[in-house]
């Protein structure tokens, strides 16, 4: 492996998942990385480990820097396993390491893998290691994305490793983000925000605003997936924090809908037109060409979500189930939510979809739209005027 340095003494060890496509449900189209630090001074300390089919990877990583038995601490920042499943190879090879975790880390590591991590000693925010000249404090930050999730920080090189915060799903060559395509790095940052933690954008605010007040000097961020934010890390912050508050919506509306035989997308593509007749950015979304993961990071910068689907069996189509479902779990604040759909000879996907939405606590506006068979010719008008209607409350 090509040497990377952070800064003197701070190496990545991990390695880059070229061809993973679904990660628990979100489609990663460009690969991924998993993000393991080794800080060596007098003492040594791996920071988080990487998936178990990457063990070995991992392994000669580090012994391209040092023996195994010279490590002296393995940090768990989080013990998803994607970052903690080789953590057994790990501590086998390495059986002198202390393994330090969060409280809740320590039980989550021991019902993973057994009672051996027993000896997991427990790290609380403030708490200190000192290697030598390099010393590592932690910040645990619950439930950003699970309730052990910590962040460490080596003191005297100003690097934050936030585990799970502030990345991306992204394979590359290049190790850093003045290494990749910009335009790329932020496109699957707002993915992969968007995906995993747009349930928890209150706590990030929070976390982010308390780093702020602890005043620390941080000249890079090394997260746990992707890239490694050292030409600009506040760019990432910043955005983290536009995506929380909702800085960034703009007046857009994402139509999101399936159809059967064709009715429920002409609905679509005229409620479209009469979105973007008023000025109003319009995405058409069809999901069976379309994943939810696409889907949930366009409603990002969004102020409306107009949902359609044909009636199946009295209900929606199978599609828009799942995608309500999984939509409904990321709760996303500070959208308008519009339906409209078609039946044959009775109704019930429009009722359905707007009762699902009010129990994920979705703001559901007007009473949707529902036609029976093929729209005419006037029916399609009052789909382009509903759209108008939508596009009127967005821009007000």
Known sequence: MTKVTLKDGVNWVGVVDWNIRDFHGYITSRGTTYNAYLVSDEKIALVDTVKLPFANELVEHIKELTSLDKINY?????????????LPVIAK?????????TARGKEELIKHYGAEFERVEILKSGDTIKLGKKTLTFLEAPMLHWPDSMFTYIVEDKILLPNDAFGQHLAS?????????????????VTYY???????????????QEVVAMKLPIDIIGPS???????????????YMDWCTGKVVKNKAVVVFDTMWGSTDKMARAIGEGLASEGVEVKLLKLRCTDNTDVVTEIVDAKAVVV????????MFPSLGAFLTYIGGLKPKGKTW?????????????????KMAKEFGFEVVEQGVELKWVPTAEELKKCFEFGQQIAQKIKA
């Open 194 to 208: 968007a995906n995993i933690l747009t349930p928890f954008s209150q706590l990030i605010v929070k976390k982010i």
């Open 173 to 189: 060559s290049g190790r850093f983000d003045d290494e990749v395509d910009q335009h790329v790095l932020m496109e699957e940052a």
């Open 225 to 239: 997936h992707g890239i490694i934010w050292r030409k600009d890390p506040m760019k990432i912050v910043n955005a």
């Open 308 to 315: 359609g689907s044909p009636t199946l069996n009295n209900g």
């Open 74 to 86: 393995i940090i768990v920042n989080h013990v998803e396993m994607d970052h903690s499943s080789s």
């Open 338 to 354: 519009y339906f409209f759909g078609s039946f044959g000879w009775g109704g019930g996907a429009v009722r359905g979809m707007e």
């Open 93 to 101: 090879l390495a059986p002198q390491a202390k393994i330090y975790s």
